[in-house]
């Protein structure tokens, strides 16, 4: 009978490769929950299955922690199944704390993927990985910003001060001012999805040149929303969008 019950217990481990790891708690509740279920030591007929179905844990589980409560009870100790594993127990961890260290050595162009760091820096993706989540290095997404002369610094800041109510030291309202802005689109896409039904004809689409699709350039004209007063209305500053040229 011992045997089966091992050759069991073995199955289930092998089925359940990530065991949860239970807590005294949770063993003190399982104990409790099998001596219920137990008469002079000997548990009723599919007890095992019960708890394990009540405490989500697999049946090879139950079992342990209930020869290990008996064994506990045997030996004139207290009716308690603790945790086998101590607070250090597991495979310490490596220690790459110079090779993080060393990053700021390796150039820009080489540390732009996790891939091609851990490569740099010789140690593995996994482990990189697991740095970036304790926070030992972050990933930083970096724009490209317009390069501006001393003569571009002075016409925006002039640009800027004319519109500064120099009494109020507030900027205009800028009311009679309308902006105008240009905007490329292309006319159609080389890839395109599309949802038809079992028996409709695919949609067959030309161009002369897959390389240069037509584009389309819009003009677009806005406002300060405001008030109109001689419409009595709210007006919201949308002027208008016109297409200027096709190529």
């Known amino acids: 009978m011992n045997s089966s019950n091992d050759v069991e217990?073995?199955?289930?481990?092998?089925?359940?490769?990530?065991?949860?790891?239970?807590?005294?708690?949770?063993?003190?509740?399982?104990?409790?929950?099998?001596?219920?279920?137990?008469?002079?030591?000997?548990l009723k007929r599919g007890a095992i299955y019960e708890v394990a179905r009540q405490f989500d844990v697999n049946r090879a589980a139950i079992r342990r922690v209930w020869s290990r409560a008996i064994e506990s009870l045997?030996?004139?100790?207290v009716l308690m199944d603790g945790s086998s594993k101590k607070s250090?127990?597991?495979r310490k961890k490596k220690n790459f704390q110079q090779q993080i260290s060393s990053i700021l050595d390796i150039p820009l162009n080489q540390r732009g993927t996790i891939r091609s760091t851990s490569a740099a820096l010789g140690i593995p993706v996994a482990t990189l990985h697991a740095r970036l989540k304790e926070g030992q290095i972050r990933s930083h997404t970096n724009a490209v910003k317009p390069f501006l002369?001393?003569?571009?610094?002075?016409?925006?800041?002039?640009?800027?001060?004319?519109?500064?109510?120099?009494?109020?030291?507030?900027?205009?309202?800028?009311?009679?001012?309308?902006h105008v802005d240009e905007k490329w689109f292309y006319m159609t896409q080389n890839m395109r999805r599309y949802y038809l039904v079992s028996d409709e004809e695919e949609p067959h689409r030309t161009t002369k040149s897959k390389r240069y699709?037509?584009?389309?350039?819009?003009?677009?004209?806005?406002?300060h929303?405001?008030?109109?007063?001689?419409?009595?209305?709210?007006?919201?500053?949308k002027l208008g969008i016109l297409?200027?040229?096709?190529?």
């Open 213 to 223: 699709s037509t584009k389309v350039m819009f003009l677009a004209a806005v406002a």
């Open 88 to 90: 250090n127990c597991g």
């Open 9 to 42: 217990t073995e199955r289930e481990a092998q089925s359940n490769p990530k065991r949860k790891q239970l807590s005294n708690e949770q063993r003190a509740a399982i104990v409790q929950a099998l001596l219920e279920r137990s008469t002079k030591k000997v």
């Open 243 to 247: 297409p200027f040229i096709t190529i």
């Open 149 to 178: 002369t001393e003569q571009n610094v002075k016409a925006r800041l002039e640009f800027c001060l004319k519109h500064v109510q120099m009494e109020s030291k507030m900027f205009n309202e800028m009311m009679d001012v309308i």
């Open 225 to 237: 929303p405001h008030w109109d007063t001689r419409r009595n209305q709210c007006f919201d500053g």
């Open 74 to 77: 045997t030996d004139g100790n």
